[in-house]
C-alpha cells in the first residue's frame, strides 16, 4: 500500500511551508554535495524543527530528495557564556569599573560580577589591592589594557568557528560552566532520483475522470510502495492431498494408464485375500490387522466355478503349484472386510479380461484402503494406496523396473534401485528403493512384483500372460512434498485449515 | 516382517571375515535382507526400561537383520550364515541326508485318536550325536521362539518341545487328557502340578499367559509321554522339566505338535536343517520325513544366456540344479529348508536374485494402450475445481467414524441410516462406515475455531451404504457435501452454491426435468429452514440451517448451513 499523504498535510506543505521547502529545494539544487539542515535552518534564520518538517514532507512524495539523519557534537554558549559574550568576562568588567584613582574593595564586592572577576583578575595580574588606605583595602588598576580573552573565546563559539579552540580551552571553559556539549541530530540532503526545485500536488490513484478527460497526463502520480503486501484474495483452496492424487492420476493417464472402479470400500476375504492366493491363516488376514464387518457380515455372490479353482489352488495346489494344502473353508473367504487394499479390485479387473478375449491393459488406480492397526504420527487407519497394473504376453522382470522408472522419473526420482522381498501375491518381489539426496541414503519409495500364477491361472488367463504391479502410499510422497510430519495435520478433521489455505500448486518433478 | 538379532562378531567369525556396517548392509540387500539396526543388549535394556537396568547387560554389538516373512531358514545365525556363504560362492549348497539309527528300531510317536478334538497332528525326528556350545545352545532356542512367533502363529498353528533323548526312552505317545488328569512337573519347576493348578499358574506368566488361551476351553489336553508314563510336554504351553536340553545334550528328541500339519513339517525341517550342522555326521537327520520336490519346467522371467547360467545361478541359492539337456528344462533339488517354494516361479525369484535385480536390463513394454478415466472420478475431479473456484475450500475427512457421529449427534437413530458396522473396532473412531459427509466437515471446523469467520468447507469422496443388491452386501455412494459457518447462518450462501453446482452440471431451475428445492422435515436442521433438493424429479439431497442442537453436539457456537447431494446422478 503506498504511504498516503493527506490532503490536508498536503494543503499545508504547499500552503505554510511551501517558502521553506523551495528555498531548501534551491539550496540542495546549488550545493554539489548535499546541505545540512541545520546549517539550511541557521542560514534562513528558522527553527531546525521547520527545516525537519520540510525534509519529512519531500520524503513522502517519493525520490526527490535523499536524506539521511546524522547526529554531530556541538558546543554550545551556557547562560553565563552567553551573558559574558555580550557584555565581557567577569574580570574585564571588574577591570573596566576600576578608576584611575581606585575603588574601595567593600564597594567592588557589591557588584554582581565583582567576587569572581576580582579573583581572576588578581590572578591575571591586571589589578592589585593597596591594604594601607584609610577606610579599608582599596584596588587599583595594575596594568593599563587588558585583552578579554575568554570573552574573545566565547564569541568564536557563538558564531560556530568551534576549531578556533583547542581541547584544553573549551574543556576550562566548559569546567567554568560557560561552555557545554549537545549532540544535535540533523539531516544531510541531497537529490533523490527525481529531483526537481517546484513540487506539485500528487495524486494517489488514477481515476475514471483523468481518463476520460485525459487530465493524468499532466499529474504525477504518488509512488507506490512495494516492498508491501497485496490484499489477499477471497478464495478456495484444493486440499494438498488431493492436489497430489490429481498429479499422480495425471501422470498414469500420460502413460496410457485406464482408471479401475475403486468405488467400493467394502470387500469380500475373498477378492481381497482368497483370489490373490493370499492363504487363510495368514496374519494379514488376522483381527488385529483387517477391519471386519459384523453387518452386512458375509459376501454372498462368488464366480462358482472360479472360486472352485480358488479353493482347490489353495488346498490341492494345481497351475504347477503344490498349494499351500490346508482345509479352505468358504467360510472364510465370504467374511466381508474393509478393502486392505485396492489391489482386491486389481484382482475383480482381472478376473474380469480372463472373461474375455484377451488383449493388453493397462490399469491404474488411487483410492482408500484401511488397516486395523497402532496409530502413530505417520499412520493412521486408512490412507490412499496408489496403483499399477499392466497385463501382458511374456512381461519381464526388466519390463516392471523399466515401467518403475518411467514411473519415479515423471515423479522427479530418477536414481532407482530394487531389492528382493516378500509378498504373498507376487513372485518375484522388489521393494523399490531411491537415493534421498537430502537424507543421503537410499530409502523405500514403493513395492512391486509379478503376480503368481497361483493366483492369474485360476482365473482364466492365458499361461503366457505376465502381470507385473506396484504399489505406494499417496500420503507419505505428500508428506515429503509438502513438509509435514504428523499425518494428522494432513488427513482427516484435525487437519491445518491454514496449512490448507497457504499451499503451493504441486508439481511433483519439480 | 521378522526381525533377528544376532550377535555381529558370531557372525563375522561364522563368515570367515570382517565387513564394515556398510559393507554388510550392501550385502544384506543384494541378498533381500535389510541391516535394520545397529545395536547392543545394553543400549535395548536402556531403552525399554532405563539406564540403571542395563548397567549389567551385555554390550556385545547386535546386528538387527529384517528377514523376509516366509524364510523361516534364515531366522538364526546357523541358516543366515549358511545362505550368505553359498550365495558368495564359499561354501556348496549342503545336501540333508535322512537316515536310520545305527542301531535298533528309528523312533515312534503314536497319535491316539483323543488329540482330535484339541490338536490333531505332531511329527518328531532326532538329531545324533550334536555338540552344544553356550552360543548354539542360545540359537538353538532363540530359533524356536522365533518359529513360534511367525510360522508357529504364536504356537497356535504349530509347538515345538525340544527334549534330551538320553533322558527319555520310546516309544512316545501323543495323546489328549481332561487336565484334572494331568500332573508333572514343569520345565524349571520343583515340584508336579495338574494341568488345571499350571493353567492358573501361568495367569500371570508375562510369556507362557499369551498361549493359554489355545487350549483352555478344551475339554482335553494335548500330552506327550514316554513308555515309562514320563511326561515330556504339555503342547502348546510347556515342556516338563524331565528331560530338558543342557549344554551337555548329545541326542536331540524333537517333536511339533499341531492343528495344521505342512506347517508342522516345515517347522519340523527347519529346526533340524538348522541344526544339524552340529552333529557328528553334518547335516543329518534320523527318521523326519524330508520332502524333495520334483523338477520344474522354468519360465523365462529375465534373459540369462543359458540354462547351464540359470542352473548355477540357483545353486548358489542353496537349490541344487542341473540342465537335463531336455529344451530349457532345469533339474532342481529344493530342500527341506526351503518351504517357501511351492511353484517354478518361487525358483525363478531365486535365480533373480542371484543374478542381481540390479543387473538386469531395464526394458519397456510395448503393448499400445488407451488411458481411460473412470467417469465418476472424471466428473468428481472437475467438480472440485469449480467448487473451490466458487470460493470453498476442500477437507478431506476419514471414511470410518463413530455410530455417535452419524446418528446421534445428527438428531438420529442408528437403525434410521444404512451404516455398515465394524466388527472389532480398537476405538469407537472405527466404528461404522460414515453415511454422510456432513459429521466430518462439522468436526474440521471445530478443529479451527482460530481461524478467521467465515469457514466455507466441501469435500466431495464416498460414503457406504448397506445395499442388498450388491455381493458383498453393501456399496460405495458419491457425494459432495458443502457447510458454511459464520455469525449468521447464511442460507443464501448455502443454496446460492447449489445453484452454482446445478449450473456447472447443466441442469436448469425447474420442477420436472431440472432441479428445484421443497420445504422438508429433517432432525438435523432447524424447523423450518431444511428443504429436499430435488433433480428430475429424484430426490438427491438436503440443504439448509442446521438444528442448535446439531451445533452444540460438534462443540460449535455459531449458526451453520450445510448442503449434501449424491453426484452419481449426474453421470
Known amino acids: ?510 | 516382517m521378522p526381525t533377528v538379532g544376532i550377535k555381529r562378531d558370531l557372525l563375522f567369525k561364522a563368515l570367515g571375515r570382517t565387513y564394515t556396517d556398510e559393507e554388510f548392509d550392501e550385502l544384506c540387500f543384494e541378498f533381500g535382507l535389510e541391516l535394520d539396526e545397529i545395536t547392543s543388549e545394553k543400549e535395548i535394556v536402556s531403552r525399554e526400561q532405563g539406564d540403571t537396568k542395563a548397567s549389567d547387560a551385555s554390550d556385545v554389538i547386535l546386528y538387527k537383520i529384517d528377514v523376509p516373512a516366509n524364510r523361516y531358514d534364515l531366522l538364526c545365525l546357523e541358516g543366515l550364515v549358511r545362505g550368505l556363504q553359498v550365495f558368495k560362492n564359499k561354501l556348496e549348497a549342503p545336501r540333508y541326508r535322512r537316515i536310520s539309527p545305527v542301531n535298533g528300531d528309528p523312533q515312534k510317536l503314536i497319535i491316539t485318536k483323543e488329540t482330535a478334538a484339541v490338536r490333531p497332528f505332531a511329527v518328531a525326528a532326532v538329531l545324533r550325536n550334536i555338540t552344544f556350545t553356550q552360543e548354539r545352545y542360545d540359537s538353538f532356542i532363540e530359533l524356536q521362539e522365533k518359529l513360534h512367533q511367525n510360522i508357529c502363529r504364536k504356537r497356535s498353528l504349530v509347538a515345538i518341545g525340544t527334549h534330551d533323548l538320553d533322558t527319555i526312552s520310546g516309544p512316545f505317545t501323543y495323546t489328549a487328557k481332561p487336565p484334572g488328569d494331568i500332573s508333572f512337573k514343569p520345565l524349571n519347576q520343583t515340584k508336579e502340578y495338574t494341568a488345571t493348578e499350571l493353567m492358573s499358574l501361568y495367569k500371570t506368566d508375562s510369556h507362557l499367559r499369551h498361549y493359554l488361551h489355545i487350549i483352555e476351553d478344551k475339554p482335553v489336553y494335548p500330552i506327550i509321554y514316554d513308555s515309562n508314563g514320563i511326561v515330556l510336554s504339555m503342547p502348546p504351553i510347556i515342556n516338563g522339566d524331565h528331560s530338558k536340553i543342557t549344554l551337555q545334550t548329545k541326542n536331540v528328541f524333537i517333536e511339533c505338535t499341531a492343528t495344521d500339519l505342512t506347517k508342522a513339517k516345515i517347522v519340523l525341517d527347519m529346526m533340524v536343517t538348522m541344526f544339524s550342522e552340529y552333529c557328528s555326521q553334518p547335516f543329518t537327520v534320523e527318521e523326519a520325513e524330508v520332502p524333495l520336490l520334483a523338477s520344474h519346467t522354468l519360465s523365462s522371467l529375465f534373459y540369462v544366456e543359458s540354462t547351464e547360467k540359470i542352473a548355477q545361478l540357483l545353486t548358489r541359492m542353496c537349490l541344487l540344479s542341473r540342465a537335463t539337456g531336455v529344451g530349457d528344462e532345469i533339474e532342481v533339488e529344493i530342500p527341506p529348508t526351503r518351504s517357501d517354494v511351492i511353484h517354478a516361479c518361487d525358483i525363478m525369484e531365486d535365480a533373480a536374485i542371484a543374478y542381481g535385480f540390479n543387473n538386469i536390463t531395464r526394458t519397456t513394454p510395448r503393448a499400445y494402450t488407451v488411458a481411460n478415466q473412470f467417469p465418476l472420478n472424471k466428473l468428481t475431479e472437475l467438480l472440485r475445481q469449480d467448487l473451490a473456484a466458487a470460493g470453498f475450500t476442500e477437507a478431506l475427512n476419514f471414511a470410518l467414524c463413530s455410530e455417535e457421529d452419524i446418528a446421534d449427534k445428527l438428531g438420529k437413530k442408528i437403525s434410521e441410516t444404512r451404516a455398515a458396522h465394524i466388527s472389532n473396532p480398537k476405538t469407537a473412531e472405527f466404528q461404522v462406515a460414515r453415511t454422510t459427509l456432513l459429521p466430518g466437515l462439522l468436526k474440521t471446523i471445530a478443529a479451527n475455531r482460530k481461524m478467521p469467520l467465515p469457514l466455507k468447507l466441501f469435500e466431495v469422496s464416498d460414503v457406504v451404504l448397506k445395499d442388498e443388491t450388491k455381493d458383498v452386501g453393501a456399496r460405495n455412494s458419491r457425494r459432495f457435501c458443502a457447510v458454511y459457518y459464520n455469525k449468521s447462518p447464511g442460507f443464501e450462501v448455502i443454496h446460492g452454491l447449489l445453484d452454482r453446482t446445478m449450473q456447472l452440471l447443466e441442469v436448469k431451475s425447474a420442477r420436472g426435468e431440472g432441479y428445484h428445492i421443497q420445504a422438508a422435515d429433517d432432525s438435523t436442521f432447524f424447523p423450518g429452514r431444511c428443504a429436499e433438493i430435488i433433480v428430475r424429479g429424484k430426490t438427491v439431497g438436503r440443504l439448509g440451517v442446521l438444528h442448535p442442537d446439531v451445533i452444540n453436539r460438534f462443540e460449535l457456537t455459531m449458526p451453520c448451513s450445510a448442503m449434501e447431494i449424491d453426484i452419481e446422478p449426474f453421470l
Open chain 1, 1 to 510: 500500500v503506498p504511504p498516503t499523504i493527506s490532503q490536508h498535510e498536503m494543503d499545508h506543505l504547499l500552503m505554510a511551508d511551501s517558502g521553506v521547502v523551495e528555498t531548501l529545494l534551491q539550496r540542495i539544487e546549488k550545493a554539489d554535495d548535499g546541505v545540512d539542515s541545520l546549517n539550511v535552518a541557521a542560514s534562513l534564520g528558522v527553527d531546525h524543527q521547520v527545516i525537519v518538517g520540510a525534509v519529512k514532507s519531500l520524503q513522502a512524495l517519493g525520490d526527490i530528495i535523499s536524506a539521511d539523519l546524522r547526529s554531530s557534537k556541538h558546543w554550545e554558549l551556557t547562560v553565563e557564556g552567553s551573558e559574558i559574550a555580550e557584555q565581557g568576562s567577569h574580570e574585564a568588567r571588574v577591570f573596566s569599573s576600576i578608576p584611575l584613582e581606585g575603588l574601595a574593595q567593600s564597594e567592588l564586592m557589591k557588584l554582581s560580577f565583582g567576587k569572581i572577576g576580582f579573583s581572576k583578575a588578581m590572578s591575571n595580574k591586571w589589578i592589585r589591592v593597596d591594604k594601607t588606605q584609610e577606610g579599608g583595602p582599596r584596588i587599583f588598576r595594575a596594568v593599563e589594557n587588558i585583552e578579554d580573552q575568554v570573552r574573545e573565546k566565547l564569541l568564536q563559539v557563538q558564531k560556530g568557528n568551534f576549531s578556533q579552540l583547542d581541547e584544553k580551552e573549551k574543556n576550562e571553559l566548559k569546567k567554568r560552566k560557560l561552555l557545554s556539549e549537545v549532540t544535535v541530530k540533523s539531516y544531510w540532503i541531497t537529490k533523490g532520483s527525481s529531483f526537481s526545485t517546484t513540487i506539485t500536488k500528487q495524486e494517489t490513484e488514477l481515476t475514471p475522470e483523468m481518463i476520460a478527460t485525459g487530465s493524468w497526463k499532466e499529474k504525477k502520480f504518488k509512488p507506490y510502495n512495494f516492498e508491501a503486501m497485496g490484499v489477499a484474495p477471497d478464495c478456495g483452496h484444493l486440499h494438498p492431498l488431493m492436489k497430489v492424487r490429481t498429479q499422480f492420476r495425471q501422470i498414469f493417464l500420460e502413460m496410457g494408464f485406464t482408471e479401475m472402479p475403486t468405488n467400493n470400500f467394502i470387500e469380500s476375504s475373498f477378492w481381497n485375500f482368497d483370489s490373490l492366493f493370499q492363504p487363510q491363516q495368514h496374519p494379514a488376514r488376522d483381527q488385529h490387522d483387517t477391519f471386519f464387518l459384523s453387518d452386512p457380515a458375509l459376501a454372498h455372490e462368488f464366480p462358482q466355478d472360479y472360486l472352485e479353482r480358488v479353493k482347490k489352488v489353495h488346498s490341492e495346489g494345481g497351475f504347477g503349484s503344490q498349494g499351500y494344502k490346508y482345509d479352505w473353508k468358504i467360510e472364510e473367504a465370504q467374511k466381508n472386510i474393509l478393502r486392505t487394499h485396492t489391489t482386491a479390485v486389481s484382482a475383480r479387473m482381472l478376473y474380469k479380461l480372463a472373461q474375455q478375449k484377451f488383449t493388453p491393459v493397462k490399469y491404474f488406480s488411487i483410492d482408500r484402503v484401511f488397516r486395523n492397526e497402532t496409530l502413530d504420527a505417520t499412520h493412521l487407519a486408512e490412507f490412499h494406496q496408489i496403483e499399477g497394473v499392466v497385463a501382458d504376453y511374456g512381461l519381464t522382470l526388466g519390463d516392471l523396473m523399466g515401467i518403475l522408472h518411467q514411473f519415479f522419473t515423471k515423479l522427479g526420482i530418477t536414481k532407482l534401485r530394487f531389492k528382493p522381498a516378500y509378498n504373498p501375491y507376487t513372485e518375484p518381489s522388489m521393494e523399490v528403493f531411491s537415493y534421498h539426496e537430502g537424507l543421503k541414503k537410499w530409502v523405500e519409495v514403493g513395492n512391486s512384483g509379478v503376480f503368481r500364477p497361483e493366483m492369474l491361472l485360476p482365473m482364466g488367463l492365458p499361461e503366457d500372460v505376465s502381470v507385473i504391479a506396484w504399489g505406494l502410499s499417496l500420503e507419505r510422497p505428500t508428506m515429503i512434498k509438502y513438509g509435514i510430519n504428523n499425518i494428522r495435520e494432513l488427513v482427516g478433521h484435525k487437519v491445518n485449515l491454514q496449512m490448507v489455505y497457504d499451499g503451493p500448486i504441486c508439481r511433483l518433478d519439480s
